[in-house]
């Protein structure tokens, strides 16, 4: 071979060698650009996929906050939480994965992202059910206030009535009341001679002599009574005997001394009642009081002196 085909040879190889390399760094720097490109956009996808974790962490844990707020509504109101507790713990669990999982699996992901408007239609539903129940309690307040105040107006009348009738009673009861009138006291000797005197001596009042009406009274009733007369010494004492009939009486409150006593029934008619009393012994000198009772008051009352 000549000189000069030699060189054509190398010539021709150094154009092959040269176009080889080129072609290989070719190779290389659209392999680098794709890498490049390959890894900026898998940047973007993790920083995008990071923003949404964030985004999603951060959207239960306002809703988690905003849940306790509920169930804390909704004790005071006196409603069931338990439910809304159990929505709560599995909230919260949801967070906690979101938080430690990095790199959560993107099927997870999507179930809990979409979980998020499900918790929202759930605290807009509460939000609704307090609303209501606030309303319901200030409508029973309303009522229970106003029934308070009938039942005080009430309470009110019927004190009032009551105070009424017990003041219609008294008065009925005073106006019931017997009286005894035209009382006159009769001396009876030993010899049946009656003598109506001021004074006596004792030889003139064998038997003691007592007779009055009973005053018409419309207000009182029909009914039996029980009459009482009590013959009372100068010195204060009743003059008692039990085989002649006496006995005693309560008058308020304290049991005290009548001399005789009769049953009657008072028919308001202006009944004429007659007591005879023979002593049996001298009566002391000095005033003597007669004290005319039914039930516990008395209903006339008059004297004689023996000298």
């Not at 009110?156 to 017997?178: D, F, G, H, P, R």
């Not at 018409?216 to 009372?232: Q, S």
Request: glycine share 6%; net charge negative; no cysteine.
């Amino acid at each position: 071979m000549s000189t000069n085909q030699t060189e054509q040879q190398r010539s021709k190889n150094r154009t092959i060698l040269i176009t080889v390399i080129g072609l290989l760094l070719l190779v290389n720097v659209v392999t680098l650009f794709l890498y490049y490109q390959n890894n900026q956009e898998m940047g973007t996808e993790l920083q995008s996929s990071k923003e949404e974790l964030e985004e999603t962490y951060n959207k239960l844990e306002s809703m988690s906050n905003e849940l306790n707020l509920k169930i804390e509504e909704l004790q005071k109101l006196g409603e069931d939480v338990e439910e809304l507790r159990l929505i709560r713990e599995t909230l919260e669990q949801e967070k906690e994965q979101l938080q430690n999982e990095g790199q959560l699996a993107q099927k997870r992901y999507d179930q809990i992202r979409n979980r998020v408007e499900g918790y929202r239609e759930l605290l807009i539903k509460k939000d609704a059910e307090i609303a209501e129940l606030k309303e319901l309690n200030e409508a029973l307040y309303a009522e229970n206030t106003e029934l308070k105040e009938d039942q005080r107006v009430l309470n009110k009348t019927i004190s009032e009535v009551k105070t009424n009738n017990e003041q219609l009673s008294e008065k009925v009861e005073v106006a019931s009341m017997l009286k005894a009138e035209n009382i006159s006291v009769m001396g009876i000797n030993g010899r049946g001679n009656a003598k109506e005197r001021d004074r006596y001596r004792n030889n003139q009042i064998e038997q003691l002599q007592l007779k009055f009406n009973l005053a018409k009274n419309d207000v009182a009733p029909v009914e039996g009574k029980d009459i009482m007369v009590r013959v009372i010494d100068p010195d204060g004492n009743v003059i008692f005997d039990v085989a002649k009939g006496a006995g005693t009486f309560m008058k308020d409150g304290k049991e005290v001394f009548f001399t005789q006593k009769q049953e009657i029934l008072f028919d308001n008619t202006q009944q004429e009642l007659t007591f005879l009393y023979e002593k049996g012994s001298d009566y002391a000198e000095g005033r003597h009081t007669i004290e005319i009772y039914t039930d516990d008051y008395i209903i006339g009352k008059t004297n004689f002196e023996i000298r």
